[in-house]
DNA sequence: GCCAACGTTGGC
DNA sequence: GCCAACGTTGGC
């Protein structure tokens, strides 16, 4: 199994509107970065987890846990014109943008913030706290993944 | 294929 | 709201 990261708005869609969806999943839309994408489409697998990260809100940070909850697929949001994220250069016969349904998992216990682990030297390596890194999807060693719940384990 | 201009991300 | 960082676009 592998672990990832998604990154994600909350005021566009947070942990708590995943865990208020009728059956608790939500398709990834939206997706325009081919390295994401191609995280999604090629790598991702049924049941690995991922932290769900809150972004440009008061407090950026890790806010609850998902699963993928599907095989890659077309996003079809970038077929229909009226959408936010239409892009005519993607249509059903060739789609350029793929996405994966993500599952509710639970809340964290607490937020994980990115300060605190910006401040974690165990964790320089992790993407996330890189300077200037803009991925909304990126991998999670299993080492990192430990480290970060033994994080939600302390006191903030 | 280079690279300047532009748009977006996202922390602060 | 500011702005640094970075990906994408398009002219050449």
């Known amino acids: 199994m592998a672990y990832w990261l998604m990154k994600s708005e909350p005021e566009e869609f947070s942990i708590d509107d995943l865990e208020a969806r009728p059956e608790q999943r939500e398709p990834w ?28 809100c008061e407090v950026p940070g890790i806010y609850g846990i998902a699963e993928v909850a599907s ?24 789609p350029r943008w793929f996405l994966v349904d993500v599952g509710f998992v639970r809340k964290t216990k607490r937020p994980i913030t990115l300060a605190e682990l910006k401040a974690d030297p165990k964790l320089a390596a ?20 430990k480290m970060i719940m033994a994080r939600e384990k302390r006191s903030a």
Do not use: C
Request: aromatic share 14%; hydrophobic share 35%.
């Open 29 to 56: 839309d939206g997706v325009r970065n081919y390295q994401a994408r191609n995280f999604m489409r090629d790598q991702m697998k049924l049941k690995d987890r991922i932290l769900f990260y809150h972004s440009n």
């Open 71 to 94: 095989a890659a697929y077309p996003d079809f949001t970038a077929f229909d014109p009226k959408d936010k994220h239409f892009d005519p250069k993607s249509d059903p016969e060739n």
């Open 126 to 145: 992790f993407p996330l706290v890189r300077r200037g890194n803009r991925l909304s999807i990126m991998p999670v060693t299993a080492e990192q993944w």
